[in-house]
Antibody, heavy 122, light 107 residues
Framework: EVQLLESGGGLVQPGGSLRLSCAAS????????MNWVRQAPGKGLDWVSG????????YYADSVKGRFTISRDNSKNTVYLQMNNLRADDTAEYYC???????????????WGKGTTVTVSS | DIQMTQSPSSLSASVGDRVTITCQAS??????LNWYQQKPGKAPKVLIY???KLETGVPSRFSGSGSGTHFTFTISSLQPEDISTYYC?????????FGGGTKVEIK
């Protein structure tokens, strides 16, 4: 069964850091790009970052550029999101989503994890 | 960035009704438009990709059409289990962007 399982969310103070993980199973991980999509409480979906299947290309929304870093370990079938200098408006449910192809563009997100909650508050 | 304008933001319809949601892109995205369904407290699920292709396992009452900048999503006969929020999303350019969502309720 194709599955994504996020972890690493929690409560953090403004300016703090968190690292999210997304463990994948049931498919050939290196063949697919991976994305992080977030949803603030009561709001819509917001793409955060994507990474190519090889890990050689990473992409970011302007709102997180310079603060967040996406990476992947294809030997562990895991994608990460390192989040630094967190702000209150980063508070959201963070979903890991598999792209249908090797790059984030041109493909839909066909498998989603259940999400992990990040709360930024003092 | 490509802006996705989705309408309406909410609608109420009766079981069996035909429901239509539209999504307009701020620039040409070709066929690269996807539709997702999200139920409360759950992750999104893709229903339609590449504007009109039905994801495996999705009921045929769901359909999509359009290209370029104007797209339409239709539920041909609304069922109680279709109560959800629906989002369009363009995958033609980075950053990937979503419409604001349409909350569908039963009248």
């Amino acid at each position: 069964e194709v599955q994504l399982l996020e972890s690493g969310g929690g409560l953090v103070q403004p300016g703090g850091s968190l690292r999210l993980s997304c463990a994948a199973s049931g498919f050939t991980f290196t063949n697919y790009a991976m994305n992080w999509v977030r949803q603030a409480p009561g709001k819509g979906l917001d793409w955060v970052s994507g990474i190519s299947g090889s890990g050689s290309n990473a992409y970011y929304a302007d709102s997180v550029k310079g603060r967040f870093t996406i990476s992947r370990d294809n030997s562990k079938n895991t994608v990460y999101l390192q989040m630094n200098n967190l702000r209150a408006d980063d508070t959201a449910e963070y979903y890991c989503a598999k792209a249908f192809g090797v790059v984030p563009t041109y493909y839909h997100m066909d498998v989603w994890g259940k999400g992990t909650t990040v709360t930024v508050s003092s | 960035d490509i802006q996705m304008t989705q309408s309406p933001s909410s609608l109420s319809a009766s079981v069996g009704d035909r429901v239509t949601i539209t999504c307009q892109a701020s620039q040409d995205i070709g066929k690269y438009l996807n539709w997702y369904q999200q139920k409360p407290g759950k992750a999104p699920k893709v229903l339609i990709y590449d504007a009109s292709k039905l994801e495996t396992g999705v009921p045929s009452r769901f359909s999509g059409s359009g290209s370029g900048t104007h797209f339409t999503f239709t539920i041909s006969s609304l069922q109680p289990e279709d109560i959800s929020t629906y989002y369009c999303q363009q995958s033609g350019n980075l950053p990937l962007t979503f419409g604001g969502g349409t909350k569908v309720e039963i009248k």
